[in-house]
Nanobody, 124 residues
Framework: QVQLVESGGGLVQAGGSLRLSCTAT????????MAWFRQAPGKEREFVAALRWAGGSTYYGDQPKGRFTISGDNAQNTVYLQMNNLEPEDTAAYYC?????????????????WGQGTPVTVSS
């Protein structure tokens, strides 16, 4: 089993920045990729970004392209999401996910393990 713990969420004004962190523990050798999703109230869970450990390839969703950056520290089993120039529309619960296949998915069903989520609120 793998456990994921997110941190770094909070309240920020529009135009501000936040950095989310997610650390995996347990059977981390089974993880091939890590990703961030977000879910706003009343909306479906949305793919934000993913990182493949082998080679370090990164993948981004359609939104919010250009303002968020995913990075990771494989030795620490930690992935980060740097969020800049935040907008009120970015308000959501942000979830970390870990995948056990070499294929990097952009849909939630492709990920085996999930964190509890960390809330991000952007005020206007």
């Amino acid at each position: 089993q793998v456990q994921l713990v997110e941190s770094g969420g909070g309240l920020v004004q529009a135009g501000g920045s936040l950095r989310l962190s997610c650390t995996a523990t347990g059977r981390t050798s089974s993880i091939y990729s890590m990703a961030w999703f977000r879910q706003a109230p009343g909306k479906e869970r949305e793919f934000v970004a993913a990182l493949r450990w082998a080679g370090g390839s990164t993948y981004y969703g359609d939104q919010p392209k250009g303002r968020f950056t995913i990075s990771g520290d494989n030795a620490q089993n930690t992935v980060y999401l740097q969020m800049n120039n935040l907008e009120p529309e970015d308000t959501a619960a942000y979830y970390c996910a870990a995948g056990s296949t070499i294929v990097v998915f952009t849909t939630a069903s492709g990920y085996t393990y999930w964190g509890q989520g960390t809330p991000v609120t952007v005020s206007s």
